[in-house]
């Protein structure tokens, strides 16, 4: 029996688990077995255990005792070795509930979880999103694939709710871990995305990619479209989140185009006129002719500035590199526009005469 006791899941030992009016004896009998520990087997079986089912301790073993025991004995076993399987349905049948199952069986279970899911937005299925809580993620997580209903919701959304799994759960949890579930699954459907993206239209010598990436030469111009005239389209560099009030960003009004020239990231965000925001877009811009432009050494060697370059191979990144020369001699007034303008006059009459 002492075998027998410790080999059950912890779960099967919460006497709470078992309605007096279905389990007369059970709460008595598995205080009991609490004891087993610290008694010997004489005074375990013939003066505590019989008190499991209403016989005084002490009292002379009678054949009556004896009948009672061997009937009351495999009945506790059955119920407690059950306990699992019962606490099982109790989550199962709650599960079917909340994802509103109209038939019975668990492949039915599993089909509407895998509908509810594939009915997700990309927004909703980012597990790692803003408004995600310890009920919701989850679900997320779990949920894309069920390949068993026991293991999903017996054992790896109960750990990931800090709860241990079902089995070793030392009191009757059942009821907070299915409000945990109704939680995460109302707060998942409440945030379905209210507000399209925008669309980014491109213009200039660019390849877009899958991954976010835009790689242009030279410029970029972006125009961000909407098909709600009355949104507010934000844009915010680097990691900055647009959708916050207090951090750096730029307003931008549909059909408004900015021009790029530098690498940049960029994070695109819409909000309608009822405060609803869009999925956070990433744009990762990058000028395949930045290699060609002038590039300043961090510390002057003898009071010189020392430049480097990488040698351009083409026409076009030659114009970079001429550009960039330029731009930076009249950005750090080595020389005025109209000396700029005179030398280059200068090189194209020096050309043609050639």
């Not at 005084?56 to 009556?64: K, L, N």
């Not at 019962?86 to 279970?109: A, C, K, M, P, W």
């Not at 680097?238 to 020239?261: C, I, K, M, W, Y």
Request: glycine letters at 4%; hydrophobic letters at 35%.
């Amino acid at each position: 029996m002492k075998e027998w006791w410790n080999n059950l899941p912890p779960i099967a030992r919460v006497a709470k688990l078992y309605s007096p009016g279905q389990y007369p004896h059970t709460s008595d009998f598995i205080a009991v077995m609490q004891k087993i520990e610290a008694k010997d087997a004489h005074t375990f079986l013939f003066d505590e255990l019989p008190t499991a089912f209403g016989v005084d301790a002490g009292i002379a073993i009678s054949q009556e005792i004896v009948i009672t025991l061997e009937k009351q004995l495999p009945l506790e076993k059955e119920a407690l070795e059950s306990a699992l399987t019962v606490v099982e349905d109790r989550i199962l049948g709650s599960v079917h509930r909340i994802f509103e199952v109209e038939q019975n069986t668990y492949s039915d279970i599993v089909d509407a979880i895998r509908n509810w899911y594939n009915s997700l937005d990309s927004q909703q299925r980012d597990a790692y999103a803003r408004w995600q809580n310890s009920d919701s993620k989850p679900l997320i997580l779990h949920l894309k694939s069920v390949d068993s209903l026991q293991d999903t919701f017996l054992t790896k959304i109960s750990k990931d709710y800090g709860m241990r799994p079902v089995q070793d759960w030392i009191s009757d949890r059942v009821n907070e871990y299915i409000e945990r579930l109704e939680s995460g699954k109302r707060l998942i459907d409440a945030n379905r995305l209210k507000v399209e993206s925008a669309k980014v239209v491109f213009e200039g010598d660019y390849k877009s990619e899958n991954n976010g990436q835009v790689v242009f030469k030279d410029r970029v111009r972006l125009t961000f479209q909407h098909t709600n005239p009355g949104v507010k389209i934000y844009v915010a560099e680097g990691n900055t989140d647009p959708t916050t009030a207090s951090v750096q960003r730029q307003l931008v009004h549909p059909n408004e185009t900015l021009e790029f020239r530098n690498n940049k990231t960029l994070r695109v965000a819409v909000q309608d006129q009822d405060g609803n925001w869009s999925q956070l877009e990433t744009l990762q811009l990058i000028n395949e002719h930045k290699k060609y432009e002038i590039n300043f050494a961090p510390q002057k060697q003898f009071g010189d500035e020392m430049a480097t370059i990488v040698f351009p191979t083409n026409p076009e990144a030659f114009a970079v590199t001429c550009r960039s020369l330029f731009r930076e001699g009249l950005e750090r007034q080595a020389l005025t526009k109209d000396q700029c303008i005179e030398i280059i006059q200068a090189l194209v009459d020096e050309l043609q005469r050639e």
